[in-house]
């Protein structure tokens, strides 16, 4: 359970062809600063060579906020501070990680900012997520007494993990593993009546 992930240095061969784009693609999780997290997407994707990287971004859920009596939807981040980054060269992409100046002082202070995602962890993110890499709302069915019995979307694969509801706020908890440590993962839920 509460396994430490050390970040050892690398040896870099900058002679070797870097990325293939084959199978052996990993999830790299990149902590920063809470409310950063598009910003630095955009350093990255201007100033790391795409060759270097598949794909880098931060996972967003839907979220409902009660504003006057109305439910208005925005983008939240589903894990505050984190970017992921999907890479086959983890060691190059580290150091060019430090040329990022947001990152450079985080990178160097720190060695727990640079994480793997593992593969359980990764298909759990690729399961819940669209294209977009946005978490939708699930349509929720509830019993009279107020609990939910049915669900599609990610709260209805993961049904069995919910372990608080809240209706009135259009949302549940689901526990995960992520990064080591079992997590409260807000999903975002929906009701028929929200559409009348």
Known sequence: MGKKREFRAFAVDVA?????RGDDLMWY??????????EL???????IPKEYYEECFSIRRERCRKIGGECEIDLYPLFPSYVFVVTEAPERMFLELKRVPK??????????SFFCVEKAEEIFLRSVQDEEHVVRRSL????SEGKIVRADGPVGVYFDRIVKQRL???????EQEFLGKKREVYLGIKRKEDFV
């Open 16 to 20: 070797k062809p870097v990325l293939k």
């Open 29 to 38: 999780v990149i902590q920063t600063r809470t409310g950063e997290e598009e």
């Open 41 to 47: 997407i955009t350093m990255i994707k201007r100033m």
């Open 103 to 112: 990152l450079a002082k985080l990178l160097s202070d720190q060695q727990d």
């Open 140 to 143: 929720v069915e509830v019993d």
């Open 168 to 174: 009135r706020k259009r949302y549940v908890l689901i």
